[in-house]
């Protein structure tokens, strides 16, 4: 029970930031959210289009599923345990320096695991459609192999 409760505690501290600061909680986006996640915008040039941002996520947060139309996702997980899954494929344990690349089209979702904070940067190009929460029946079921 012991090593359970430090690594609790390491992963605690990212809600402090771990290479960029977490940001201010996500209000922004919270309706396409179950549970509490922060943005922190990285790049803010109206030239480039393409959005960079860290996204933090408090144990059990996760966004919903959604699509990026005529883009796609990056993301480099740079703190905590999270999630990842495509749609009709199982869930992916992400840790730090995990990179998922999410083509266009593609319906996923991603956020943390129950029992830890969770933290990635977001690279994103085209439009988004924000679909279904994930039900708290399929996350609940999401385990650690």
Known sequence: ??????LMAKNESIKDGVIFPAGPKN???????VGQSYLQGLVNDPEVNVGV???TFEPGCRNNWHIHHDGYQILLVTG????YQEAGKPAQHLVPGDVV????GVKHWHGATKDSWFSHIAITA????????????????LEVK
Do not use: C, R
Request: hydrophobic share 30%.
């Open 1 to 6: 029970m012991q090593i359970k409760e430090d």
């Open 27 to 33: 209000d922004a986006y919270a309706k396409y959210f």
């Open 53 to 55: 941002g860290n996204v």
């Open 80 to 83: 905590g345990e999270g999630w």
């Open 101 to 104: 690349v999410t083509h266009d």
């Open 126 to 141: 085209g439009t988004p459609e924000w679909l279904e929460p994930v039900s708290d029946e399929k996350y609940d079921k």
